[in-house]
């Protein structure tokens, strides 16, 4: 499993965007996976606890948003669900699909911040 | 007052680190005039088997080296050296997986214009892999005959991120009553479109396709750079 590198490349992706903008303390970190990224989201998460304990992360949420797949179909000539990750498909007539333009996503979005550096509370 | 909390966009790959090294070492390749080719399969598939077929054989006309990743031992890079190209062994540790960078400081002190074929040889594993993009022109994906024919399904991921199918093994076969139709539509059915090579290490049987086949694919890639230098 490998979710736990792809979590420690994603703490440094964030620990410099941090730096470089200054931010304050970063109360999530905003992810998108898509089914065929290669990575479980649940693995993420565990591995994120993991190597987030201890560190500025600890308190930091991990927020993921999962992608869906979706193809070029040559024969609807639009972009369409595909109908699923072993069938790559056009979800509606069944071509098979050669052109991917969704799904392989593995991203850091954005980072929440709190600006003054207290964490956000309610009442 | 609580402050309310906002986003700041970054948007870019978690793993852009690893394919800011996989660029770098594409145009290394390029340069050096390499094609690079790395295999991918589950342990035991027979990829050593197939890679010292092929360096002997690409070796009386061409000049090919290998790198060959293994969680431990060095036993893979000493096989392969029997063909005679030069291999390095990369020892992961307990990564299961290469990732560029260290493809990258397996190649020190190589002279990257004195080798026309490079061959990666992925750790033994169908999962992580597929993540990391190393800077090959060419990823191969082997399964052998004796996992199975709905292997593709089962693997979509790394299947999808190959270039090209290789089944291996083929003179086992009809031991195991493999069903060549089910394998090939199950290959077709996570990946249209994907070539295809069913061949036997042990025997030679279905070599010949292939080899003409990756050095075909090298001459156009030499081609196209020429083109392009011209332009």
Not at chain 1, 94 to 105: A, F, L, M, R, S
Not at chain 2, 26 to 48: D, I, M
Request: net charge negative; proline share 4%; aromatic share 4%.
């Amino acid at each position: 499993m490998h979710e736990m590198s792809i979590v420690l490349s994603l703490l440094e992706a964030a620990e410099e965007k941090a730096c470089e903008l200054s931010l304050g303390e970063v109360v999530a970190i905003h992810l998108q996976v898509g089914p065929l990224a290669g990575v479980v989201p649940e693995c993420l998460q565990s591995a994120f606890e993991m190597a987030s304990a201890g560190t500025r992360w600890e308190k930091c949420r991990l927020a993921i948003e999962t992608t869906s797949l979706i193809g070029r179909c040559p024969k609807c000539c639009l972009d369409r669900a595909i109908a699923s990750i072993n069938q790559i498909c056009c979800a509606d007539c069944g071509t098979p699909i050669h052109d991917i333009v969704g799904g392989q996503e593995l991203n850091l979005v954005a980072l929440e911040v709190c600006d003054d550096g207290v964490p956000s509370t309610t009442g | 007052m609580a402050s309310l909390p906002r986003l700041v966009e970054v948007r870019q790959k978690v793993l852009k680190q690893n394919d800011v090294t996989a660029r770098a070492l594409r145009q290394r390749f390029k340069e050096g005039g390499v094609y690079a080719v790395s295999l991918v399969s589950s342990p035991g598939s027979g990829k050593t088997a197939f890679l010292e077929r092929v360096l002997t054989a690409l070796g009386t006309r061409f000049r090919v080296a290998a790198l060959v990743g293994d969680l431990a031992t060095d036993n893979d890079a000493r096989r392969l050296a029997r063909s005679e190209a030069p291999v390095r062994q990369i020892t992961t540790g307990t990564l299961c997986h290469l990732e560029a960078d260290m493809v990258s400081a397996a190649l020190d002190g190589w002279d990257l214009s004195q080798i026309d074929f490079l061959f990666i040889e992925n750790v033994g594993n169908l999962v992580c892999p597929a993540s990391y993009d190393l800077g090959e022109n060419l990823r191969l994906v082997l399964y052998s005959v004796t996992e199975g024919e709905d292997k593709p399904l089962k693997y979509p991921t790394i299947f999808n991120t190959a270039d090209v199918a290789i089944i291996s093994k083929m003179d086992l076969a009809p031991a195991v009553d493999f069903d060549r139709a089910a394998a090939l539509a199950n290959i077709e059915s996570v990946r249209p479109g994907m070539k295809v090579f069913e061949l036997s290490a042990k025997t030679g049987q279905g070599m010949e396709p292939f080899l003409s086949f990756l050095t075909q694919r090298r001459q156009d890639v030499q081609l196209q750079t020429v083109a392009a230098a011209g332009d």
